[in-house]
């Protein structure tokens, strides 16, 4: 910066303030205060004018300039924290109240930040966690929509349609599948607005040349925006469909084959590294597991595991199921959170389990709910009643817990913008959770 000890003078809202170029850089190139900087980030400078006056709250203003000068966010107690969300926006500075509230995500690190109760008169039954911080969870046919500030935007209502998955596209758009109505039709899969709710297109499947009304399950996206969902239809519309993000065309058809479970799958996941996509069916909603990896390139089934025909008990069970690329296997977990490992590289394995988590057990709650699983950043996280499990490592250690004292068991929970969404099955609540910032030094 050319000009870094020059003087800058406000007035907002009949109060001076003063402080430097080099401050006001801090804000970015996109926020109000990027527009006094020419290309080279020197200080546009007119001699005619001796203070900027910003007709605004100031005692937000003063927050938000401590911010840029230490990167810390002092909230005083008298000041409401939504009135400085309003004024962030309006100074482009949302981001830099945001990465000041919480740091980056540390399954090891996290905390409680906040617990929200929802306004449905029924149990929640998904919670997905967005890009920005936001989170949406589905209750029955309505969906309720939440941003980073925890501000809930008009419900996404289906009609009496069951919601069965939702997946972010992006901060602006929300993917929703749900049931097909019989005699009504419906179902299937549509784009909805984050912000008002608003139905932007669907999905349609194409069979024989003709639409087919269907139900939509599991949801995935790819990084070439390509949006998979399991599907069942009337007719032979039992697999996995993939469609266009952007457009919303269908563009390719995976055919449940005989013998086989696609189109009632629990769980479907892009991995990146393989161009596959993992395909879980599980139990209850079917009496035998299925997890396969399918190929679109060339319609194959590239790897496969059923306990089909294997003696089957509680304890070997498979409730949930996640590839793991890196060291190329299947974390599967059965109802006590025991995790089992699956090799890749062999056709067709055995599940080596592992009992070491229940050495936290607890009292089983009154509405246990199945265990669920996910991975982030090389950390392996698993919910069982009412507490979520945190492994690390080459040998998956059990390296803390997460646990709040009300709401009953975690029916769901998922991880985005840097924030962790549990759900709870017996108080219409979900739960938090975020990391700490690191310490200014």
């Not at 390719?252 to 596959?276: I, M, R």
Request: charged share 25%; aromatic share 10%.
């Amino acid at each position: 910066m050319g000009i870094q000890k020059d003087r800058v003078k406000f007035n907002v809202g009949g109060r001076i303030f003063e402080t430097t170029a080099t401050t006001l850089a801090n804000a970015g190139r996109n926020s109000l205060f990027g527009a006094m900087f020419d290309d080279d980030w020197n200080l546009n400078s007119d001699a005619t004018i001796t203070e900027h006056f910003i007709d605004r709250n100031p005692d937000c203003f003063s927050v938000l300039l401590d911010l840029l000068r230490t990167g810390e966010l002092y909230l005083p107690q008298n000041l409401p924290e939504k009135l400085l969300y309003r004024e962030a926006l309006f100074y482009g500075l949302l981001d830099h109240v945001r990465s000041a509230k919480w740091g980056p995500f540390d399954g090891n690190r996290l905390r409680l930040a906040q617990s929200v109760t929802g306004q449905a008169p029924g149990d929640g039954t998904a919670i997905r966690a967005g890009p920005d911080g936001g989170c949406c969870v589905a209750h029955g046919s309505m969906v309720h929509v939440y941003d980073w500030m925890l501000e809930e935007h008009p419900p996404i209502n289906l009609d009496y349609q069951r919601v069965n998955d939702a997946g972010w596209v992006d901060s602006e758009n929300i993917v929703l599948s749900a049931c097909e109505r019989l005699g009504k039709g419906d179902g299937g899969m549509g784009l909805f607005s984050a912000s008002t709710g608003e139905l932007r297109y669907k999905f349609h499947v194409t069979h024989e040349n003709q639409v087919k009304s269907y139900t939509a399950g599991a949801l995935s996206f790819s990084s070439d925006y390509k949006l998979f969902s399991s599907c069942k239809g009337r007719s032979n519309e039992y697999g996995v469909g993939v469609w266009d993000q952007v457009t919303g065309k269908q563009i390719d058809f995976f055919y449940e084959p005989p013998g086989w479970s696609l189109g009632d799958a629990d769980k479907l996941q892009w991995l990146h590294g393989t161009n596959c996509l993992l395909v879980a069916t599980l139990f209850p909603r079917k009496d035998n597991c299925y997890i396969s990896l399918l190929d679109f390139r060339d319609k194959s089934m590239v790897w496969s595991w059923s306990d089909v025909g294997a003696p089957i008990t509680d304890e070997r069970r498979v409730r949930d199921a996640i590839a793991m690329e890196e060291t190329s296997s299947i974390c599967v977990v059965n109802e006590y959170e025991d995790l089992g490992f699956m090799d890749l590289r062999r056709s067709a394995g055995s599940v080596r389990w592992s009992s070491r988590s229940r050495l936290m057990k607890g009292k089983m709650p009154d509405e246990p709910c199945y265990p669920k699983l996910a991975l982030h950043e090389g950390q392996l996280f698993s919910s069982m009643n009412d507490c979520i499990s945190v492994f690390c490592g080459p040998d998956w250690v059990l390296t803390s817990r997460l646990r709040r004292s009300y709401g009953g068991s975690i029916c769901d929970f998922s991880i985005g913008g840097d924030r962790l969404f549990a759900l709870h099955s017996e108080e219409n609540v979900f739960d938090i959770w975020e990391t700490s910032p690191p310490p200014i030094i």
